[in-house]
């Protein structure tokens, strides 16, 4: 952690050099000390100090300076730093302009010039207003701070892409964070402009785009290699066991994903019943394992990247991105998962990342601390979902048609949700209507299926699961997918008429091979795939053993 800063500024160098030596000398262990000598470069300093995050505990500013004198200067000062101790620098003849200060400006202390010895006159002043800073101070987080509205879908969007690729950052929101305020304000960024990002350097970026985000934080790395063993074509944990097993034993391997990692899976609360974790573990913290393991094995990583098609030319197979750029390789696999299906109910669409979310939406929790929460869902996941909100909201009420869940929800999750006081269980009903205003979420019309019977009740959020279906609209060649769209592969394959016109090899398909030789499928994109986080995890593996066998042969 960065040590705190006595910032000092003075127009006379000799002068400037003598109190920054003599600060150094007693209290370079434990602070930092900054010098200056023009007002304009002073001020610039602060701001950039502000927008990192730094921790100023006190600024030493001389009374006549040229530009500004020094009594407005650590007014102007006080702008930036406000807990932080302010000290004038003055001859014997500026001692009335010192005085009157301390009651204007709130000047902690005038420091006569000279000030030697300074064991007797400097070291002990400062030294107490140090230790009275150090009394009230609280560290300042330094790292990425994300400034917006809640209820904004872009700052929710933003939020979603930080948490998923694990980036920290601290969430500020406008409406209820005066600090948030006032960093806008000395940065002159205007409310139309927000979601505001500052990073770790200091710089601001307004309303900015993901890949414009990935950039900046160092997200995006460029095809380091000309020809590729295998490229993975998305990040859930099918992709990530992949890109562990592909790296390991030896294989170029490239894992490209157009979000975040881990898919469905990462933005899971718990995940009771994966093997070897009895206490359960969040989809966050398998995400992080698996990418530090493909990473330290090898893998390449390439995010947030969209694949715009797969083609055959020269022998190779060729990874089209929307960025236009060509990845050339002789093997994929592709893992992209599922995406959840939209609620096509009036309102909904209004309020989507506003008060309304699919998913698990982890980085929204804890904004509805005792508020009313609704999950529609009676799955896994919609029940995940509601444990965890229940940990914040007020009451969580999960709105299925069933009559109960047993059907659709593990019985371990069954039982803690009965447990669970705040949550409730809302059977036969589902979603009629969403409403609001100033363009969030404030209620739901729920529909009683079985009478007709509709009732109103106030929702701050809205979090959906009514399943999923898979991403695969972008595939082309002469993949073959069934009428649900998912991947067909292996034997599978023979029940189609159209299988014999593409397939022209003297082999039958590998069981995860698709009707293109050397193109696979695993986890859930993949017809007939078990929908579990561990089967997704073995199949992804088990694809890497079929790229070898396929790879012996061209």
Request: proline share 4%; glycine share 8%.
């Amino acid at each position: 952690m960065a040590l705190p800063i006595i910032f000092t500024i003075d127009d006379d160098p000799q002068v400037l050099r003598a109190l920054a030596r003599d600060l150094r000398t007693h209290f370079r262990t434990t602070y930092r000390i900054l010098s200056t000598t023009i007002v304009h470069e002073a001020m610039e300093s602060l701001l950039d100090l502000k927008n990192k995050g730094e921790n100023v505990a006190l600024i030493i500013s001389d009374q006549r300076m040229p530009e500004m004198e020094g009594v407005d200067f650590l007014q102007k000062a006080r702008e930036f730093f406000p807990d932080a101790k302010r000290v004038l620098l003055t001859a014997y003849s500026d001692t009335d302009a010192a005085i009157k200060a301390i009651n204007n400006v709130q000047l902690d202390y005038y420091l006569m010039k000279p000030w030697d010895p300074p064991e007797e006159k400097l070291f002990p002043v400062i030294s107490e207003l140090l230790d009275d800073w150090q009394d009230t101070y609280r560290p300042v987080f330094k790292g990425i701070k994300v400034i917006g509205y809640q209820f904004s879908p872009k700052s929710h969007e933003i939020k979603e892409f930080l948490s998923g690729n694990l980036v920290p950052y601290q969430w500020q929101d406008v409406e209820l964070n005066p600090g948030a305020n006032d960093l806008l304000k000395l940065n002159n960024i205007q409310l139309k402009d927000l979601p505001a990002l500052f990073l770790e350097d200091g710089s601001c970026m307004c309303s900015p785009g993901i890949p414009e985000i990935a950039q900046k934080i160092g997200l995006t790395p460029g095809i380091k290699n000309i020809v590729y063993d295998v490229v993975i074509i998305g990040a859930g944990p099918a992709g990530l066991a992949a890109s562990v097993y592909g790296a390991s034993e030896g294989l170029k391997t490239l894992l490209v994903e157009r979000r975040s990692p881990g898919g469905q899976a990462g933005t899971s609360s718990r995940i009771e019943n994966y093997l070897g974790f009895p206490n359960g573990l969040s989809g966050s913290e398998l995400t992080r394992r698996a990418i530090t393991q493909a990473t330290r094995l090898g893998a390449e990583v390439l995010l947030p990247h969209v694949v715009r098609e797969i083609c055959q030319k020269d022998g190779y197979k060729k990874v089209m991105l929307e960025t236009g750029e060509e990845i050339n390789t002789h093997a994929i696999v592709i893992t992209t998962g599922v995406d959840y299906r939209k609620l096509d109910t009036k309102g909904v669409p209004d309020f989507t990342g506003a008060g309304i979310y699919y998913g698990a939406a982890m980085t929204e929790a804890a904004a509805f601390r005792d508020c009313e929460v609704f999950v529609v869902g009676g799955g896994n996941s919609a029940g995940q979902a509601a444990m965890h909100l229940s940990k914040f909201a007020a009451n969580v009420n999960i709105v299925i048609r069933r009559d109960d869940l047993s059907s659709t929800m593990s019985a371990y999750l069954i039982d803690q949700i009965a447990k669970r006081e705040n949550i409730h269980l809302l059977t036969r009903r589902e979603i009629a209507e969403a409403k609001g205003a100033s363009g969030r979420l404030e209620e739901l019309t729920i529909l009683q299926c079985d009478t007709g019977q509709t009732t109103t009740q106030k929702a701050n959020a809205l979090f959906i699961f009514i399943g999923a279906k898979p991403f695969t609209d972008w595939i082309g060649l002469d993949i073959i997918k069934d009428e649900k769209g998912f991947v067909e592969t292996g034997r599978d394959l023979k029940t189609y008429d159209q299988f014999k016109k593409v397939w022209k090899q003297d082999r039958d398909p590998f069981l995860l091979e698709t009707s293109c030789p050397g193109i696979f499928a695993a986890g859930d994109v993949r017809a007939g795939a078990m929908n579990r986080v561990a089967s997704a995890v073995g199949e992804g593996s088990m694809a890497i053993s079929f790229v070898h066998k396929y790879l012996a042969e061209v």
